[in-house]
Every structure is written in C-alpha cells, then in structure tokens.
C-alpha cells in the first residue's frame, strides 16, 4: 500500500474535458491504476494556475465540482475522505480513497473566511505558495532579495487558522524565509508535500538540510517528487536510482519517519522512469537495491504519512 500526497490530476481534468474519467484515463493517475499500484490514498490538488489568481477561488471550486462529480460517477470505487479512519473505512470496503488540496493560497485573495468555506467543501490541506508571491507570501526563487522574504501578516493568519481547523500547512514551493515563519509559528506539524534535497538537487524548490531537520523536529514528513529537475536535471535515465540517493540522504538528515511520497503525477514533464500510479512498485524495487528493509519501505509506502495525517487532521 501507499500514500501519495501531490498529483495534478484535476488539473489535467481541468484543461482537457474530453479526459474527464477518473476510472481510466491517458493521465497518470485513474481508479484502474490507483487499484493496481494498491494505493491507499492520493491527494488530488486543485491548482490554480498564475494566471488564474483573480478568479482563482472561483476555479478552484470548479475543480471540486469535477471530483465530486466523479465521486457520484464512480460511488462503488471510489470515496473523497476526510480522516485516516474514513481511508482505513473504504479501504476494507475495496474502495479508492482520494483527499482534496488546494495547490496556491492565492485563491483566498485575502479573504479568510475562504478557508472554512473551503473546509467544509472537504479540503484538507493547502500549499500556501506557487510559484508566484501571492497575498499569503513570497515563492521560491533564484533571487535572494525574493527568496528571504517571509509571511505576510495574511500568511501569518492563514496559518493560524489552519491550525485551528485541522487544515495541513503544505510549504513547498515557499520561500525560504516563509519556510522559516510557518515552522516558528505553526502550532501543529507541517509537511513539504512534493520536494527534494537541495544538497543533491541545488533547486530552490528543494530543501536545504536545515529545513529537512526542521521538519523532522517539529513532527513533518516530506514527500518525495518524481520531477527529474527537482532530482537531477542532468540526467536522462538513471533517475530512480538517484532519487533513492535523496530518499537515504534526507533519511540521514532527519530520520526515516520524516520520509513519504509526493509524486507530482501529472503536474510533471519529461523523462519518467515511473509514469503512472500503476507502476510504484519500481520504487519499491529500487528501495531494496538500497538496502532499505521492509518495514522502512512501508514506512515511506504510507506509515508515515498515516501517522502524520492522523495526527494533525480533526
């Protein structure tokens, strides 16, 4: 079993209605293939493009619409979840569970009473930042002057209201200096749900040492992304291997419970040498030519990302 924390599947749906099937589709993440990989959950992100941001809540909540179209569509297969005790649920149920995110806090257009709507619409974790500054704070950047910044006082608020709902604070790609304001100021533990190491992959999306510490002493977990520019954008093949060598790297930083998955499926371009959710077992694979037991796989399959989603969900 496992757990992916990112995929960009409903924006696919999104911008081509024609795939608008979540049991099968040309994509990399469906029912079918979910079934077949022995997912026990994925997070479905609603993201909202830059050019968006305006109307950004509006679209957002289209996107909701389609996967709440497709829960009724597919009801005998597949359920929207909102806790680990509703995945474990459906799961001796043989169904497909998926949780719903939103990829870019600018859709609040700093309006908070944004997020309980979005709550009670089963949202259930938010990555504050894109790529672009928003009303939340600054995004990663090759730019110091940029990537320094922190929270604006609407971030700091955001935060504290997500605490206070049981909403996951998502901190990838947050600036550094946002990175540092939500772990100061967060009550509850936040996650990076589809980033790297930055010592092997020198990324602004990735995290430094510092930051993979900071999240394994204040309860996170990091999801680990497919994207081979955030692995090693040098390299054609071999990339498996090499995200196993960020997988051990952050285990040494901060301990094997901080590492999950955060594929980025369908969000992502370029060479795969995992190209659908049906295929996950070549990770696994790949962990055992590295010398990572059984019980610290399924650690990263899904243990600890069970443990923390139980933990900061209410």
Not at 32 to 44: A, I, V
Not at 153 to 164: H, K, T
Not at 257 to 277: H, S, W
Request: hydrophobic share 40%; net charge negative.
């Amino acid at each position: 079993m496992y757990i992916d924390l990112h995929c960009d599947t409903l924006w696919k749906f999104m911008e081509d209605k024609g795939q608008r099937n979540l049991l099968h589709n040309s994509f990399s993440v469906d029912i079918e293939r979910l079934r077949k990989g022995n997912s026990l959950l994925q997070l479905f992100a609603c993201f909202v493009p830059s050019a968006q941001i305006e109307d950004g809540y509006e679209y957002g909540m289209k996107m909701i619409a389609i996967m709440e179209d497709q829960e009724k569509l597919w009801k005998n297969q597949f359920s929207i979840v909102t806790s680990m005790e509703e995945v474990w649920k459906n799961h001796g149920l043989d169904k497909q569970n998926g949780m719903l995110t939103v990829e870019d806090g600018g859709m609040l257009c700093g309006r908070l009473e944004r997020l309980d709507d979005l709550y009670k619409k089963r949202i259930r974790l938010m990555t504050l930042l894109w790529n672009d500054e928003n009303c939340i704070g600054y995004p990663n950047s090759t730019d110091p002057g940029i990537m320094n910044k922190g929270l604006k006082p609407f971030g700091f608020e955001v935060v504290q209201r997500m605490n206070e709902l049981g909403m996951i604070v998502d901190v990838s790609h947050l600036s550094d200096g946002g990175f540092w304001d939500v772990i100061k100021h967060s009550k509850e533990p936040v996650l990076a749900s589809h980033s790297n190491s930055r010592n092997l992959c020198n990324h602004p999306r990735n995290l430094t040492d510092e930051m993979v510490k900071a999240l394994a002493n204040h309860g996170g977990i990091i999801g680990v992304n497919f994207y081979h520019r955030f692995i090693d954008d040098a390299l054609e093949e071999g990339l498996l291997d090499r995200l196993t060598e960020h997988i051990v790297h952050m285990r040494n930083q901060g301990g094997i419970d901080l590492i999950a998955l955060g594929t980025d499926f369908d969000g992502i371009t370029g060479p795969l040498e995992i190209p659908d959710c049906g295929q996950m077992e070549l990770l696994w694979m790949a962990l055992r030519r590295k010398g990572f037991s059984e019980a610290d796989i399924e650690k990263i399959q899904y243990k600890n990302a069970a443990r923390f989603l139980n933990e900061v969900l209410k």
